[in-house]
């Protein structure tokens, strides 16, 4: 009966050091606006919580940072830094041409082969940013945080210490079209 006794309380203490650890790391700016903005539904031109394109979406996100961007994908791959696709971090915006004719679409690359965006078929999710249709469609990414803007928005903090974990987490779910 004591062996129960002490097996229960130990496995209690490590259930509640467990848990506390999450609330160790505070969640990156970015991700807590991107993960707030899941689920919204698809509207053309939107650019509100009613409904987002997805030139809406990138530019509602980061006004929700104090960062102004352009109002369409073209105009938005034309701000900021270029970036070549192997440097790709959290935050920069990934660009595709999705019409056959020039730049259509836009995404806020998250890491970890991940991109949230705006889909017309699916509202605002998270993407596979290696998914074929992606891979086939990728045309150019600009960087347009600073590096104090980047270790401000898109990098988590630990509380305890003030360290940047540069963590960002995201559920996948991978798209295999796009209009």
Known sequence: MILVRRAAVMLLGLTLFFASIGSVLA???????IDDLLGTKYKYGGTTEKGFD???FTGYVFAKL????????????????????????????????TNGKNISHVGIYLGDGKM???????????????????????????RVLSEDQFTKFATE?????????ETITHTEESESEEE
Do not use: M, W
Request: include cysteine; charge should be positive.
């Open 27 to 33: 969640d990156a700016p970015l991700n807590e606006t």
């Open 116 to 142: 949230a965006h705006s889909s017309s078929k699916h509202g605002t999710t998270i993407a596979n940013f290696n998914d074929k249709y992606y891979v086939n469609r990728y045309v150019t990414a600009r």
């Open 54 to 56: 997805c030139s809406g």
């Open 66 to 97: 104090g960062v102004k961007l352009p109002r369409t994908s073209r105009s938005q791959a034309t701000i900021g830094t270029k970036v070549d696709k192997k440097d790709l971090i959290k935050g920069d915006l990934v660009f595709f041409n």
């Open 157 to 165: 903090i630990d509380k305890t210490s003030g360290a940047s974990t």
